[in-house]
Each structure stands twice: as structure tokens, then as C-alpha cells.
């Protein structure tokens, strides 16, 4: 809270302080007056502000000369050095030249002040040389600190200023001194003060008697006035001179010529100049060394010894490199292209060594001119980005932004886009993230769809540098997709390698899933050929695998990675080395599959085990109900639940021969393992049924007969045999079949084939037929080889078919779960 007092006070105080010195001042109606800056003008009368025009926002300077500052003073002479101030003002207003300091409003006077409004500057060169009378805030003067180039050059400019003067205007200042001289805010070193100024136009008028005898504000001193204007009263274009020398003294000593004021000493002033004029400066040395011979001749008391301006900037001081380049800059803009590309060539070997302060403020105004000749931007455009280099993001914002801002757009000449991607770094370090979005990011968009090779490469180079200053967003919705189509589209290996490198490098800053829908996913659809592609590819995969936060999931490797790696090691053309590097990557994603899907099948392994024991228990809970179910059909604990229900319900079969059934199983399940070799099912041979009923009482006949019957029997059976081996080779059996069963020790009796055969009206006919074979002998008679059909065949007799037929044998539950096993 008390820091707000404390501006709210310094506020209202600056603004109270301004109202009184513009008070009832017409000039305030179209300024807005803010900072008191310095001040100017003989004995520094002028006081500066800052200000800006209200209707444009103009940025400039405020001249105030308040006019208690002659309350000492009589009503005369009051006016008198009234008048004085506004002759200077009137004079300078009219004057237009780059020398000489420009008015943009004309004097306005009130009561109490006279004010007018000119260019921006900085403050008078006796502000910058430490004398800060007249000046409230001394601590924007402080920073600003000459260097020896802003000197040279700013005394050059001074002897052109002034040969401007006696030449085209036919004008002598009359009072050169450090306090009319006004350095604007681009270093400009410009005259001010001529209230004492005398015309040349009109040889005959009077030079007028000099004021040094009266002393009043305002007026110059003797100190900085030729010696033939106070002692003779004659006025010529050296006694400008004169006080030029005097001029350069003080600014390379700091310390002004040590002399008797003519106004109170005449004699003393006599002796002083004499003895300046023959002995010179006491602090001469101070001087530069190609300077000093003039300075001497320059403060001579005789005119005529004295040097001309024009033979002054002849002299090796001033023919300087720098100086001669910035001069011939100011005034190249009409030449031809020629001519002015060659200039801007020699200036950028040598723009680097000027001051920062003269390359931002007096040669980039002059550079950016040459935007509205578009042949002339690429010279122009590599020595801006230079001066660039050395800005901070303020000045970037505030004198080259709005400059360069459209020439990024241009798409001709193509070196401006190559000129811009070559100092692409500059633009980032001086450029805020919000400046990056708005203009560079454009220009990478258009370099991306240029033609140019060698564009494309840098643009590609830089990128990485540049998705720093950009939101997530951007990268996956602009930059991304326009990477992978120049990738997809272009012919150039280099070109697609360093667009697989670029996408490689946007990994840590991009997410997971974005690397992995969009880059990851991309990269089996490139055109992979090349060996220089291929490890571009696995270089992608290896930075999106081992960069922390990002990571490749295990269906993505399974489905996507790998299938695409496995392809690329028998590419031609790939060294060991390649080689090695894509195997070991291809190593190193199985593993991480192999770690990943065994850690999580391990952990299903301890629920599957615990779960076992209640499944055996459940299944052991079914078989029970199941056998339940049977036994209520008639079927016993004893007998085979599912043996008997394949069979026919008349049937069941005996408790040996379940046994023996089995036996044979666990003998085939040995022999299967002794030999190793596919396990052959056989079925025991089928017993008859001694409880069957044919409800049929049996006939009596006699041993012969049976004899004769049991012949026919049998002769019927090889021809049913012959028929049925004949109609298989037309007629393959049906897909359901049954393991034969080994053939039985011995033949059955008569009473048991009687049985078999014999009908109810005691004729002899078989109705159905089982066939009945060994495994060897099946195997050249039946295609299926061991496997005989399931489905009877009906037998094939002379006579008439039983109008019965004997139940089908059909295969036990452990048959059928052998078969199925096998």
C-alpha cells in the first residue's frame, strides 16, 4: 500500500509540476507532455520533455522556455532576450535539413512560457557531456554514453550541417557551442539556436554590436565566439570555424578553453586568444592525432589560416571506413541496383565492428527503405538480421518487427526465404513466443511446401528449435502433418531422412499418444529402400522406445513394429553394421513383448490353478446326476452309461468285456509311448449276445442240415464280401467310421451263427452286415485305410429280406474318446 502511495504522490506531483509550467500554453491543446528529460539551448534555457500528438500518437519533443526564469531582469531586457528566443525559433522552423533539428509544431507562446514541438530526442550534447543544468532526471542521461564512433561521425555530420548553412542558405550560426547542439533519438548530432544567426544574403547589413558588453540570458559567451567577431565586429564564414575548433576541444577534454570573459576582461581576453592562437590547447593531446594539426589551425586568430569545411572532411580522420559508409548509406536510395548492391555487400563485412546503437537507430531506418525494391531485399535483408542479432526482444518488437513482418510473406526472390532460415536463430532468441506463433511459424509452413531443395533442409534443420515456443496443439495439428506429407510426397532421400529426423527429434515434446498415432503408425507407409531411410526409421523407433514418458506398447510392436523391421534386414545395400543395429532393436522389442506377456499370462496362472479343484469337483458333481439320470432308465452302477446308450437299448454289454476293453486301451497307450510312432485303435471282436430275444421258438433240425445251412452261410458271405469290396471302389464309405477290431481266436459255433442269421419263419437270410477285418488286410480293400464305416450294409441274397433286422453293433464311450484324442 505504501508502494502505491508513493506513485500515486510521484504521479500527481509530475502532473501538477507540468500543469504549471504549460499552464495556459495553446501547445498542450494537441500534445500530451509527460517526462522532463534535459535541456538546451545557450546557458540552457530550453527545457525538454517527452510528449506525443493526441490525434496521431506521434512520438516528440518538447522545447519550453519558461519565462520566470527573467523576473531578474528588466522589463527591457526581458524582452530583449524574448525576442532573441523567438528569432532562434522562428529561423530554426524554417531551415530544413538532415543536420538541422526538425520542428514538427510551430512556437506557441502564453504568459508564462514559449513552447514548440520537434522530432524526438535525447538531450543536447552539453547534457551528454555531464553539464546537466536545468535538468530534474539526470539518470536517462547517465546511460547514454559517446563512443568514439558516435563522435567522429557526429562532428562530421556537424561540418556538413554547417556547410549546408553557409552555402545553400547563406547563413552563419555564430553560435556553435555544446548546448545548441541536440542529438535525436537515432544519434544525430543537429544544430539548434539561432537566435544569433547572421545572413550573408545582404553583404552591406551591419553585423550588429555583438551582446558580450551587456551580459543578459541567452546570449552567447565569449569563450565560444571567434576573436574578429568581438574585436572587429566582422563576421565570415570562419568565424564558424573557429568555434567548431573550440568546439572539438571540449568534447574530447570534457573542459571548456580556459579564457577571460570579453565582457569584463577585454584585455585579458586579447592575450588569451593570442596565446591560444601561437602556443595552441593546453590538453591538446587529448586530441586524436589526425585531428589535431586542424583543431590548432582551426583556433587561429587570423581567418584566413584557418581550414575550409570542405578541405575538413578531406582530412584522414574522417576518412574513415565506417564513417565513409555510413555516409555514402544516406545518400544511396536514389542510385541504381547496381551500384547499391555492391554498397550493401562491402557493408556487411564490416557492420559488425559499428556500434549497436548506430546500426539500430541510423543505418537499419535506412536499410528498411529498400523493402519497396524487391531485387534489393536479399542484400539488405542479411544486414538487418546482423543488426538483429545484437537487439534485445524489446528492440526486436519496437524497430525491426513491423518491418520484417511482410517481407516473410514474399515468396520471390527465393533467396529471402534462404536468407531467413540461415539466421532462423537469430529471429528465436529475439523473438517473443506469441511474435514466433504470428510470423515464423508461417514462414515454416511455406518453406515446407517450398520447391527448393536447399530450403526444405534448413527449414527441416530448424524446426526443433522452433516447436519449443509452440503449444501441443500446434505441433500435432500443423507441423506434424505437413512434415509427414513432404516426407510422403518428396522423390529426394535427403530430403525424406530429414523429415524422419525431424519427427524423431519432436519426441520429447510431443505425448505418448500423439507419437504413437501419428508418427509411430506413419512410418510402415514410407518408403523405405534406401539404407539411409531404413536407420532413419530405426532411429525414430529407438528414440520413441527409450525417450522417458513415451514408450511403444506391446500390441503396438507385435502388429505394427516388428512386421515392418523384419522386411528391412534383407534390404541390399545395408552394411554389417545396419544390419546388427536393426537386430538388436528387433531384440530388444521381443524381449520387452516376452517380459510384458509372460509377467501378465504368469499372473493368470495362480487364478487358473486356484480355480482347478473346484471345476474337477463340479464335473465329478455332474457325472454323478448323470448316472442318476441313466439309472432311471433300467441301467446299472456296474455298466457303461455311455457304451450302453450308443448301443441299442437291447443290448448291453457284459462287465468283461468292459474290462478287457480297457486293458487293450492301457496296451495301446504303452505301446504308443514304447514306440512313438501314431497309435492304431483296434476294437475287440463283437461277442454275441446271449440274452437275445427274437421271439422266435427255435427249430429242430438236424446236424446235416445244419451243416448244409452253415455252407450256404458262408458261401453268401464271400460274395456279399466280393459285392461290397467291388461297390466301395465305386462308392467310397461315409466320413463316420470305427477302428476295426482284431479278429477273433476262433470261429463262432453253429448254435452261435444260427443265431445270428436264422429269421423267425427259420429261412435263411442276413439282414445287416458287420464287417469284421484284421488291420493289415482293411488296408488294400479299404480306401479309408483302418477306418470301416459306422452305417450297415444291407447284404445281398437271393432270397427275400428278413422283415426284421438285427441291431447294429456301435463303438464304446472309450472308442470315441480315443478316436477324438488321436
Known amino acids: 500500500m505504501d508502494a502505491i502511495n508513493k506513485i500515486y504522490s510521484s504521479v500527481s506531483q509530475t502532473v501538477s509540476t507540468l500543469s504549471a509550467v504549460f499552464l495556459g500554453n495553446p501547445l498542450t491543446k494537441d500534445y500530451d507532455i509527460a517526462e522532463h528529460i534535459g535541456s538546451a539551448g545557450t546557458e540552457l534555457v530550453w527545457k525538454i520533455y517527452t510528449g506525443s500528438k493526441r490525434t496521431t500518437k506521434e512520438v516528440a519533443s518538447i522545447f519550453v522556455f519558461d519565462k520566470k526564469q527573467l523576473e531578474l531582469f528588466t522589463k527591457d531586457e526581458r524582452e530583449e532576450i524574448c525576442e532573441n528566443i523567438r528569432r532562434g525559433v522562428v529561423q530554426l522552423t524554417k531551415i530544413r535539413h538532415p543536420q538541422v533539428l526538425t520542428v514538427q509544431h510551430a512556437m506557441e507562446e502564453s504568459r508564462d512560457t514559449i513552447a514548440f514541438a520537434t522530432e524526438p530526442v535525447v538531450a543536447s550534447l552539453a547534457n551528454l557531456l555531464g553539464n546537466t543544468t536545468n535538468v530534474s532526471n539526470t539518470g536517462l542521461l547517465a546511460e547514454y554514453k559517446l563512443s568514439e564512433f558516435d563522435t567522429k561521425f557526429g562532428i562530421f555530420e556537424l561540418i556538413k550541417g554547417i556547410r549546408f548553412l553557409h552555402d545553400e542558405v547563406q547563413l552563419v550560426h555564430r553560435h556553435l557551442c555544446t548546448e545548441n547542439i541536440i542529438v535525436n533519438k537515432q544519434g544525430v548530432w543537429k544544430l539548434f539556436g539561432f537566435g ?52 572539438i576541444y571540449t568534447i574530447y577534454t570534457r573542459e571548456n578553453i580556459p579564457s577571460p570573459d570579453a565582457s569584463s576582461d577585454l584585455y585579458g581576453y586579447k592575450q588569451s586568444v593570442t596565446k591560444l592562437s601561437n602556443q595552441g590547447p593546453p590538453k591538446l593531446t587529448a586530441i586524436p592525432e589526425s585531428l589535431r594539426s586542424e583543431v590548432k589551425k582551426m583556433l587561429s586568430v587570423n581567418p584566413q589560416a584557418r581550414p575550409t569545411l570542405q578541405s575538413l572532411t578531406q582530412i584522414s580522420y574522417f576518412c574513415d571506413q565506417y564513417v565513409q559508409c555510413l555516409d555514402s ?50 542484400f539488405v535483408l542479411t544486414n538487418i538480421l546482423t543488426i538483429t542479432a545484437s537487439c534485445t526482444r524489446a528492440e526486436y518488437m519496437q524497430h525491426v518487427s513491423s518491418h520484417l513482418r511482410p517481407v516473410m510473406l514474399l515468396d520471390e526472390p527465393v533467396q529471402i526465404m534462404l536468407i531467413f532460415f540461415q539466421n532462423l536463430d537469430v529471429l528465436l532468441k529475439v523473438c517473443p513466443s506469441e511474435e514466433i506463433r504470428a510470423s515464423v511459424l508461417p514462414l515454416v509452413y511455406k518453406a515446407l511446401e517450398s520447391k527448393s531443395q536447399q530450403i526444405q533442409e534448413l527449414c527441416l534443420s530448424i524446426i526443433p528449435s522452433v516447436v519449443v515456443h509452440l503449444d501441443k496443439a500446434t505441433i500435432k495439428g500443423g507441423l506434424v502433418p505437413r512434415i509427414k506429407t513432404l516426407c510422403s510426397g518428396t522423390n529426394l532421400v535427403s530430403v525424406r531422412v530429414k523429415c524422419l529426423l525431424c519427427l524423431g527429434q519432436l519426441a520429447p515434446k510431443i505425448d ?30 529407438k528414440i520413441s522406445f527409450n525417450t522417458d514418458g513415451l514408450g511403444i506398447p506391446k500390441d503396438v510392436l507385435a502388429c505394427k513394429v516388428l512386421p515392418h523391421l523384419f522386411p528391412m534386414t534383407i534390404v541390399n545395400g545395408l552394411s554389417l553394421q545396419q544390419f546388427n543395429a536393426i537386430i538388436a532393436l528387433i531384440k530388444e522389442f521381443t524381449r520387452k513383448i516376452e517380459d510384458e506377456q509372460g509377467d501378465k499370462l504368469g499372473s493368470k496362472a495362480g487364478s487358473i490353478s486356484s480355480s482347478t479343484s473346484s471345476s474337477s469337483s463340479l464335473q465329478e458333481k455332474q457325472q454323478s446326476e448323470l448316472q442318476q439320470s441313466f439309472g432311471s432308465l433300467g441301467f446299472g452302477s456296474g455298466n457303461d452309461l455311455y457304451g450302453d446308450f450308443m448301443q441299442s437299448p437291447a443290448s448291453t454289454v457284459p462287465k468283461q468285456t468292459a474290462q478287457s476293453t480297457a486293458q487293450q486301451q492301457q496296451q495301446q497307450q504303452q505301446q504308443r509311448k514304447a514306440g512313438g510312432g501314431p497309435m492304431k485303435l483296434q476294437l475287440k471282436p463283437l461277442q454275441p449276445q446271449s440274452n437275445l430275444n427274437w421271439s422266435v421258438s427255435p427249430m429242430a433240425t ?12 458262408t458261401q453268401q458271405q464271400q460274395q456279399q464280401n466280393a459285392s461290397s469290396t467291388l461297390q466301395n471302389k465305386v462308392h467310397p464309405p461315409p466320413a463316420i467310421a470305427m477302428p476295426m477290431m482284431p479278429a477273433p481266436a476262433a470261429a463262432p459255433t453253429a448254435s452261435m451263427a444260427s443265431n445270428m442269421w436264422m429269421n423267425n419263419n427259420g429261412s435263411t437270410g442276413v439282414t445287416k452286415r458287420l464287417e469284421l477285418t484284421s488291420p493289415t488286410n482293411s488296408s488294400s480293400s479299404n480306401p479309408y485305410g483302418q477306418l470301416q464305416p459306422l452305417i450297415p450294409t444291407p447284404s445281398q441274397t437271393g432270397g427275400k429280406a428278413s422283415a426284421k433286422s438285427a441291431t447294429s453293433p456301435m463303438l464304446s464311450k472309450e472308442d470315441i474318446m480315443e478316436f477324438l484324442q488321436k
Open 512 to 541: 505418448k499418444w500423439v507419437m504413437i498415432d501419428d508418427i509411430v503408425s506413419y512410418l510402415p507407409s514410407v518408403n523405405c529402400r534406401e539404407p539411409a531411410v531404413i536407420m532413419a526409421i530405426v532411429g525414430v523407433y
Open 329 to 378: 548509406l544516406e545518400t544511396l536510395f536514389p542510385k541504381d541496383n547496381l551500384e547499391k548492391s555492391e554498397f550493401y555487400k562491402r557493408l556487411a563485412t564490416i557492420i559488425g565492428d559499428i556500434p549497436h546503437r548506430v546500426r539500430l537507430y541510423r543505418i537499419l531506418p535506412l536499410l528498411v527503405k529498400e523493402f519497396v525494391n524487391c531485387s534489393m531485399i536479399p
Open 702 to 713: 438236424t446236424a446235416k442240415e445244419n451243416s448244409n445251412n452253415y455252407n450256404l452261410f
Open 196 to 247: 544569433f544567426c547572421w545572413s550573408k544574403r545582404a553583404p552591406g547589413t551591419p553585423v550588429g554590436n555583438h551582446p558580450f558588453k551587456s551580459r543578459l540570458l541567452g546570449n552567447p559567451g565569449s569563450k565560444w565566439t571567434a576573436p574578429e567577431l568581438i574585436l572587429e565586429n566582422t563576421c565570415n564564414d570562419s568565424t564558424d570555424i573557429y568555434s567548431l575548433g573550440i568546439l
